[in-house]
């Protein structure tokens, strides 16, 4: 008994640091694995959601009415309260729900990746004593 090996000063601080770098890891790469799913979710779903848009514009005529700013400006600015209106009835607002929808889970779910892979980077990149 009179062999034990003492173990190095600041042993069990060095083995709590890495620890708590590996909990923070993993909580990190399953944030990034949610936040992937939700970017790739996404981008699956707009295609439909454009798909859903145009379909609602042709069939409410906003095209139509559209195309006339860019072919009779003059007509336009004539009567522009009444072209106004008859655009804003026109308009296929469930079509640009869904697509500001999914743009905007898109644009969030990048931010928060982007975020967190540079968490990971900045994880591992900081020195506890150890290598």
């Known amino acids: 008994m009179k062999n034990l090996i003492e173990p190095p000063e600041g042993l069990l601080e060095k083995i709590m640091t890495r620890i708590d770098k590996e909990k923070r890891l993993?909580?990190?790469?399953?944030?990034?694995?949610?936040?992937?799913?939700?970017l790739a979710s996404s981008i699956l779903l707009a295609n439909p959601a454009v798909k859903i848009l145009a379909s609602e514009a042709g069939e409410s005529g906003f095209f139509q009415f559209f195309?006339?700013?860019?072919?009779?400006?003059?007509?336009?600015?004539?009567?522009?309260?009444?072209?106004?209106?008859?655009?804003?009835?026109?308009?296929?607002?469930?079509?640009?729900?869904?697509?500001l929808s999914v743009a905007l889970?898109?644009?969030?779910?990048l931010k928060n990746l982007f975020s967190n892979v540079k968490n990971i980077l900045i994880i591992n990149n900081q020195n506890y004593g150890y290598r």
């Open 105 to 109: 889970v898109f644009l969030w779910a």
């Open 26 to 38: 993993l909580a990190v790469r399953r944030r990034i694995i949610v936040f992937s799913v939700l």
């Open 67 to 99: 195309s006339l700013i860019f072919t009779d400006t003059g007509i336009i600015f004539t009567s522009l309260r009444y072209f106004s209106m008859a655009l804003l009835e026109t308009a296929p607002v469930i079509g640009f729900m869904a697509v």
